[in-house]
């Protein structure tokens, strides 16, 4: 593997060779904490992966995912929603809002899976808690579709403490808590596409 020059997008630019661990290790800026984030490295390709696990991406490939993914986001209408019978009137207010539903299961999640779908906050204080409540009750997941899908949707469920949350969001309207606020919205367009293949297989996306 040759040298590649390797940049971090804040102006800081170094030359590494990917497989020298000393070389890794010294750059001067960290990257890929437990996320997918590429960093530019020369013209044609991103590193993906880590400083212990780099591996290289064509760009032109990366442009392209994230173009065909600003469409799309991943919902969940979560347990004490679906208890307290919110259901359809989120979905509503979701297709009311100009969202279309590509794809739509009621399940429940195993502690497992809902670990491992949260799996971004375990470090926080509350991901005990987070685990027992998503996987306390069905849920209702749902794969989405709208120009500007993923910021419009953070919009309409509102901020995340529905004491927070603007007038006519969801999380206003149906959220008990911080924690039981109703529904889940993907925080970025990558996350969006991991979180819809986590959840369902290519044959049970219709769109
Ligand atoms: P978000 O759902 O608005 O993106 P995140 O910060 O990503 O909020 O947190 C993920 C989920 O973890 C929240 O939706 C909520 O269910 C739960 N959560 C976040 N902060 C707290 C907290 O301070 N106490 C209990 N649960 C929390
Ligand atoms: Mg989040």
């Known amino acids: 593997m040759e040298n590649v020059h390797f940049s971090s997008g804040e102006g800081k630019e170094e030359v590494v060779n990917l497989y020298d661990k000393r070389s890794m290790e010294n750059l001067p800026f960290s990257f890929g904490e437990g996320k997918e984030v590429g960093v530019r490295a020369g013209e044609s ?5 880590n400083k212990k696990n780099p591996y290289l991406f064509p760009i032109f490939a990366q442009n392209l995912l994230t173009k065909m993914a600003t469409n799309k986001t991943f919902t969940m209408i979560k347990p004490e929603a679906v208890a307290a ?22 399940t429940k999640l195993s502690k497992e899976r809902a670990g491992e779908f949260y799996e971004v906050h375990k470090e926080r204080p509350f991901y005990g808690e987070l685990v027992d409540y998503m996987s306390s009750g069905p849920v209702v997941a749902m794969a989405l579709e709208k120009d500007n899908a993923v910021a419009d949707f953070r919009k309409l469920i ?22 039981e606020n109703a529904v889940h919205g993907s925080d970025s367009d990558e996350n969006a596409a991991l979180e819809i293949a986590f959840h369902f297989a290519p044959n049970e996306i219709l769109g």
């Not at 390709?45 to 992966?49: H, K, L, P, R, T």
Request: overall charge positive; proline content about 2%; hydrophobic content about 40%.
């Open 45 to 49: 390709q991103i590193v993906y992966g």
């Open 85 to 106: 019978g919110h259901s359809g009137k989120i979905i509503d207010m979701i297709i009311a809002s100009g969202f279309k539903i590509n794809a739509m299961k009621l």
């Open 158 to 179: 509102g901020a995340t403490d529905p004491a927070e949350a603007a007038e006519g969001t969801i999380r206003k309207s149906f959220a008990k808590s911080k924690g």
